[in-house]
């Protein structure tokens, strides 16, 4: 079997984002699909990367991933990584590990290891944050609630994102978390998302302010690429501590690891370096006694689809993300859309990532630009 092509198709969802899907072809006919990580204005050159890499797989075998993906860091990378580039590796490798299921008749799952779990607990994200008002923010959380989550996610702070913020900001904060869980009540999870965007006076004060509400986590509460900041705080945080969306491969794990600078991580399958680099940073995890919760800001079809197979493998995986907000699309472009019951989603047990996409559905949401958002520190707007 060779690889034949590789394509990438970009899609526009109406919102939050564009998506970035991958399709590998091969001369036996057989396919497999991919999802690459992307952000508002970092979407078409993620797809470039992926044409890019095109060059370097068109005619190996697809069943040697880890060897290719080895090729990428070591001769194609010169071993210096971005953001654009894994994201694009990671798609691509997705879809060698779907042919790889198809090719032997069994789920990604059972090729690495085999499940240990029947299900996959997932938390609802996508569907306020902290500029709602904190009553809003308190009826849209019992909504999801009424989709049959019993966890959800938000960032609670309100504005721009800002290192240093004043007292009225970590104010309203609190006072989000505090309308959250009154509205869900005592037995919901609720996940507090930071998202990197706070020093760590400002982190360390919300974290204990909201402690009383019984967070499930404080995610991301600083800068994860200082992570002798991110223990700092972490060591004046009563909650467990999530970080890890921002890193990608083994190799800038690590240290986090080392320096016992999180509880909780949460690599994103899409953006890490694939489906193998997520399963060997978990296992590099599991021996430091840290959860793996993989974060999932893809569509709800291949990336979900990815990120549930191998979560099934973890013995230490926690919980993951669900978009609600991305779910109309991926209903509309998924074969077979993946379901959400009581909370948890079923692991699969069909050849390769149990996904596949409509290519005509992908055309009738060609991809578009965003507006460019407003630059907020032109012309004396804004301090700091």
């Known amino acids: ?65 880890k060897s290719f993906v080895q090729v990428v860091h070591d001769d194609v990378m010169h071993r210096r990584g971005s953001m654009d580039l894994y994201s694009a590796l990671s798609g691509i490798e997705q879809a060698l590990w779907d042919i790889a299921g198809k090719r032997l008749g069994a789920p990604v799952h059972a090729l690495l290891g085999g499940a240990c779990r029947s299900r996959v607990r997932v938390y609802a994200n ?31 702070v309100p504005g721009p994102w800002r290192s240093y913020v004043d007292a009225k900001t970590e104010r309203r904060a609190v006072e989000n978390v505090a309308a959250v869980r009154e509205a869900v009540g005592p037995d919901v999870d609720i996940l507090v998302e930071i998202h990197r965007r706070l020093a760590p006076a400002h982190a360390v004060s919300i974290a204990r302010a909201v402690e009383e509400f019984k967070p499930f986590w404080f995610e991301e509460p600083v800068w994860a690429e200082n992570v002798d900041a991110l223990a700092a705080a972490k060591r004046e945080i009563r909650i467990p501590v999530v970080t890890g ?40 995890a599991e021996a430091y ?15 979900l689809a990815a990120t549930v197979q191998v979560s099934a493998c973890m013995p230490n995986f926690l919980i993951t993300e669900y978009f609600v907000n991305l779910e109309p699309i991926g209903n509309k472009i ?7 019951a009581d909370g948890h989603i079923a692991v699969p047990e069909e050849p390769g990532l149990g996904i596949e996409l409509d290519e005509a559905a992908m055309a009738k949401h060609p991809y578009a630009e965003f507006p460019v958002r407003r630059m907020r520190r032109l012309h004396g707007e804004e301090g700091g």
């Open 1 to 65: 079997m060779r690889v034949t092509d590789v394509k990438s198709f970009l899609v526009h969802p109406g919102t939050a984002k564009s998506l970035c899907f991958v399709k590998v072809e091969t001369d036996w006919g057989v396919h497999g699909w991919g999802e690459c990580y992307t952000q508002s204005d970092r979407d078409v050159q993620i797809a470039a990367h992926v044409g890019q890499l095109r060059r370097y797989l068109v005619g190996r075998d697809p069943v040697h991933i």
């Open 126 to 156: 996508g569907w306020g944050d902290g500029n709602l008002a904190p009553e809003e923010l308190a009826a849209k959380a019992k909504a999801v609630l009424g989709r049959g989550f019993g966890a959800v996610k938000f960032d609670p």
């Open 245 to 284: 969306e921002e890193l990608y491969t083994k190799f800038e794990f690590r240290e986090v690891f080392e320096k016992r600078a999180a509880d909780i991580i949460n690599p994103d399958v899409c953006n890490v370096g694939g489906i193998l680099e997520l399963r060997e940073v978990a296992a590099m």
């Open 289 to 303: 006694f840290v959860a793996v919760s993989p974060h999932n800001y893809n569509s709800t079809t291949v990336g």
């Open 334 to 340: 998924a074969r077979k859309p993946i379901r959400v």
